[in-house]
């Protein structure tokens, strides 16, 4: 296991982030029920297992079965015995919490209601990286911004991070944050994989720019890169991909990436969803793949994802089987910038 440094902070994460949006019981109804379902028990076994495996990176949010995937891993923690410094808790807020208007978004008085309640269902004294789980177009930016300060400054949060934000939003608050003095987001949580490689237009310049650290959900598409699914695979493609078809992935494109991994899996002696998980810890700006499991078979084909080193040649026939369609002003930028490399200036004779 490989740590990467969190952002532009001292901290350092494994490069595998353990995701718990699996822990806690199924909900009828409930958007989190065709994930979700792990107990307490089976939940201390996979905590147990990715420990071991080296994993200090723990993902969460406050929207997960309701709270209950707060419980259930503050509990986990507890009853292994883990020291609170040998491992890093990511928790998030913004979603909806409760039946009145105010019980969603990022105003002030949700965060203070957010972080006091996921403190006390995690059973700690501080959250080390609390992350807005989405865009609150109504909430002024500065608002939040002051209230996450607040809280690393009373010491019950230590990093603040977001997911789910568009690029020109990122580099607003980031400017206010420099101006104003605030804490700045020192992290992006967000959907990145073989088969949506959209971040890398604009986000990921801006991440590289500002030393930002990415979280990656979703590396398998929702399972669709498990190679449970698409052409050659084994089965009939059950699993949680066929009862929530999130998120939303050009097929077509997917299984010609599947087809080019299902290759190269088999010269390395890898599954598909291995290949998968590889080349996505391959990208130089990745920070740490969440990883999430229902099984501890699960478990143990995505930790054996950190073994699997990808020469060049794999790395390349991966990239142009899922290069991006150019977009404007994607290829006048290259176009225009292709002399302006940083290089020494030669005049012409």
């Known amino acids: 296991?490989?740590?990467?440094?969190?952002?532009?902070?001292?901290?350092?994460?494994?490069?595998?982030?353990?995701?718990?949006?699996?822990?806690?019981?199924?909900?009828?109804?409930?958007?989190?029920?065709?994930?979700?379902?792990?107990?307490?028990?089976?939940?201390d076994r996979i905590v147990e297992r990715s420990l071991a495996a080296g994993v200090n990176f723990i993902d969460t949010a406050n929207v997960y079965s309701e709270g209950r995937?707060?419980?259930?891993?503050?509990?986990?923690?507890?009853?292994?015995?883990?020291?609170?410094?040998?491992?890093?808790i990511a928790t998030k807020f913004y979603g909806q919490m409760g039946g009145k208007p105010n019980d969603r978004g990022a105003s002030r008085g949700h965060?203070?209601?957010?972080?006091?309640?996921?403190?006390?269902?995690?059973?700690?004294?501080?959250?080390?990286?609390?992350?807005?789980?989405?865009?609150?177009?109504?909430?002024p930016i500065d608002e939040t911004l002051r209230a996450l300060d607040d809280l690393v400054s009373r010491g019950l949060v230590r990093y603040i991070g977001l997911s789910n934000w568009a690029a020109w939003r990122m580099a607003k608050a980031l400017g206010i944050s420099e101006r104003k003095g605030y804490a700045r987001f020192e992290t992006v949580q967000a959907y990145y994989s073989i088969a949506g490689r959209d971040l890398e237009r604009d986000i990921v310049p801006l991440m590289q720019e500002e030393k930002l650290g990415l979280m990656v959900w979703s590396p398998l598409a929702g399972g669709l890169l498990s190679g449970k699914y698409g052409p050659g695979a084994p089965g009939n493609g059950e699993g949680r991909r066929a009862a929530f078809d999130f998120p939303p992935v050009d097929k077509d494109r997917a299984w010609a990436c599947v087809a080019a991994m299902r290759e190269i899996g088999a010269r390395h002696g890898a599954s598909v969803a291995e290949v998968a998980l590889a080349y996505i810890l391959a990208k130089p700006f990745v920070t740490s793949v969440i990883i999430g499991a229902k099984r501890l078979e699960q478990l143990e084909e995505n930790l054996k994802a950190v073994k699997l080193r990808l020469d060049a040649?794999?790395?390349?026939?991966?990239?142009?089987?899922?290069?991006?369609?150019?977009?404007?002003?994607?290829?006048?930028?290259?176009?225009?910038?292709?002399?302006?490399?940083?290089?020494?200036?030669?005049?012409?004779?």
């Not at 440094?5 to 901290?11: R, V």
């Not at 419980?71 to 491992?87: C, E, F, S, T």
């Not at 609390?130 to 909430?139: A, E, F, K, M, R």
């Open 1 to 43: 296991m490989r740590y990467n440094q969190l952002g532009n902070t001292g901290l350092f994460v494994s490069e595998l982030c353990l995701g718990t949006m699996t822990f806690g019981e199924n909900q009828s109804g409930a958007v989190w029920s065709a994930v979700a379902g792990l107990g307490q028990e089976t939940a």
């Open 313 to 349: 040649e794999d790395m390349a026939k991966l990239d142009e089987v899922s290069a991006l369609a150019q977009e404007y002003p994607g290829w006048m930028l290259a176009r225009q910038g292709a002399g302006r490399l940083p290089a020494p200036f030669e005049p012409k004779e």
């Open 69 to 88: 995937s707060e419980q259930i891993l503050g509990q986990a923690i507890r009853n292994l015995g883990v020291p609170r410094k040998d491992v890093v």
């Open 111 to 139: 965060i203070m209601d957010s972080v006091e309640q996921s403190l006390k269902r995690l059973q700690m004294d501080h959250i080390d990286l609390y992350q807005i789980h989405g865009t609150d177009t109504v909430t």
